[in-house]
Every structure is written in structure tokens, then in C-alpha cells.
């Protein structure tokens, strides 16, 4: 089969310690991993505060600072499509040849099932404390203990990007 390689979709909104330990489990089992950057289009909302490029900086920082051989990685930004059936095809064509996928999403799972993957399903890495929602919480209300929840590297590209400030603003009402 050759490289071993398997995709990882997510939205890294922000990227947090439970997806730096997803990664490297992944890395433990594969030659290679695909880091699928989901709803690419998205920014400046609560939600999706990060642009795809933010994302991908903040990613690429956190493995270096890990030490993790980015030779290894693929950063990939996916827009969405509102096709759930269509979706996997939508990827395969942003992303590299990949063999397996990686996920805990029942939605996800499902998909590159029927699509014909292998799907591996790693642990939940204190799913309590990683959550995304709680960590853009913490940061709109300036509360700096989503500092700790986050990679020391991801930390510092969302303070230089300002985060607090932008999600504080969209908070605001007119």
C-alpha cells in the first residue's frame, strides 16, 4: 500500500490540547495525517471566529512547538457544502490520496463508512475539558484560563491576532 495516510476533519475552532493529543495518536498509527480544515469559508462569528488561514497558522505553530515532523502533516482548508451525502467526495477532491479516517463524529463516521473507509476512532482525550464551545466562551468574556486549555503556541497566535478583542466586539449588539 505504501504511506499509510489518513484524514482528520475538524474545525479548530480553536485548535485545543484534546486535537494536539488526537494528532499525535493519529501519528502513532499512520505515516501520515491529513488535518482537514472544515468550514474553511466561515470567520468572524461567534462560532467560527478564526479564518482558514488563522487556523493554519495556529495548527502549524502548536506541531512545531510539540516538535511533531511536519513533514508528516497536511494542512488542508475544506469549505463547506450542505450535501452531507456528497461530502466525502467534496473532500477527496482538497486533499491528497488517504486511506482511513479519524473521528468521534457519529455524522463523520458514517459518511467515509458508507463512502467506503476505514474509520478509526481514537479516545476522547478529557473530553470534558477540551471543548471548543467552552474555550470561545472563556475567550469572549476575557476569562484567561482557556489559556491552559490550549497549546502554549496556539495561545500565542490567538493573543497576537487580537481574539479577545474580535469576539468581544462580536458580542456586542448595535
Not at 47 to 64: D, F, H, W, Y
Not at 85 to 112: D, G, M, Q
Not at 124 to 150: C, M, P, Q
Amino acid at each position: 500500500m505504501g504511506v499509510k495516510r489518513g484524514v482528520i476533519p475538524g474545525r479548530y475552532q480553536p485548535f485545543h490540547k484534546g486535537h494536539l493529543h488526537l494528532i499525535k495518536w493519529a501519528l502513532e498509527r499512520l505515516d501520515e495525517v491529513i488535518i482537514v480544515i472544515g468550514s474553511a469559508q466561515e470567520s468572524h462569528t461567534l462560532q467560527n471566529p478564526l479564518t482558514a488561514g488563522e487556523r493554519v497558522l495556529s495548527i502549524k505553530r502548536a506541531l512545531e512547538c510539540e516538535g511533531i515532523d511536519l513533514s508528516k502533516v497536511y494542512l488542508i482548508p475544506v469549505p463547506d457544502i450542505l450535501m452531507n451525502r456528497a461530502w466525502v467526495s467534496h473532500v477527496e477532491t482538497y486533499v491528497p490520496k488517504f486511506h482511513v479516517a479519524i473521528s468521534r463524529n457519529p455524522l463523520v463516521k458514517v459518511l467515509f463508512r458508507e463512502a467506503g473507509y476505514e474509520v478509526l476512532e481514537p479516545p476522547a482525550f478529557e473530553r470534558n475539558s477540551y471543548v471548543a464551545t467552552n474555550i470561545r466562551a472563556l475567550i469572549a468574556k476575557g476569562d484567561k484560563r482557556w489559556k491552559e486549555l490550549v497549546p502554549k503556541c496556539v495561545a500565542e497566535v490567538l493573543e497576537e491576532i487580537n481574539l479577545e478583542e474580535r469576539m468581544r466586539e462580536l458580542l456586542r449588539r448595535d
